[in-house]
């Protein structure tokens, strides 16, 4: 399964990297939270993904081989760090939802929705994430600024599954015109760990 490449024309409020690391952290280790929701609320705040995307992955995009978990994300799968690949591994796991293309069967769906056979909607999944205090639009604004500071455009591209169109003018933006947003937010973020590192695991 391909996605179409979907434009972005930059924040439109202020960003708070700092907020983003601390949702994802709360993702990643509140085991009261539906695992589902916690990691599609991860592939917007750690990869930039659109609920759009999040909700239409399927399991074929999954692929684990011993201890390694990628996910394919764009060309190029991405190898999950291990909070991360644990959580989307207990998801394969107990993949036995409400939601299945047949009677017994799990559905192909890595998000499945509440008709058999169908994903989970975007809407739906967005509102879900907004009930955790995330908003899907400007967390993913925020990882994708902070992800182009730090990654080359065309691996970036590859990784995430964007147009390198999109990764070149997020990458400029990142080191021109946000130039003092991104001293202040390296100076937060003295302790925490890069974002790049998480995708280059």
Known sequence: MS?????????????DDQARWDTARRLLHDGTLNPRDRLAGLLVL??????ARISRLTTSHVTIDGPAVKIRLGPAPIALPGPVADLTRQLLDGKRGHATTGAGQPSP?????????????????????????????????????????????????????????????????????????????????????????????
């Open 3 to 15: 996605f179409p490449a979907i434009k972005w024309h930059g924040p439109a409020r202020a960003l």
């Open 109 to 201: 769906w890595l998000f499945p929705g509440g008709q058999p056979g169908r994903p989970i909607s975007a809407s739906h999944l967005g509102q879900r994430l907004k009930d955790l205090g995330i908003q899907p639009g400007q967390a993913r604004s925020t990882a994708l600024f902070q992800l182009a500071a730090e990654l080359p455009a065309a691996l970036l591209a590859r990784m995430l599954g964007i147009h390198i169109d999109v990764a070149v003018a997020w990458q400029h933006a990142s080191a021109g015109d946000w130039t003092r947003y991104a001293a202040d937010v390296s100076r937060r973020l003295q302790h925490q760990p890069a974002a790049g590192s998480v995708i280059a695991r």
């Open 46 to 51: 750690l990869y930039a993904q659109p609920v």
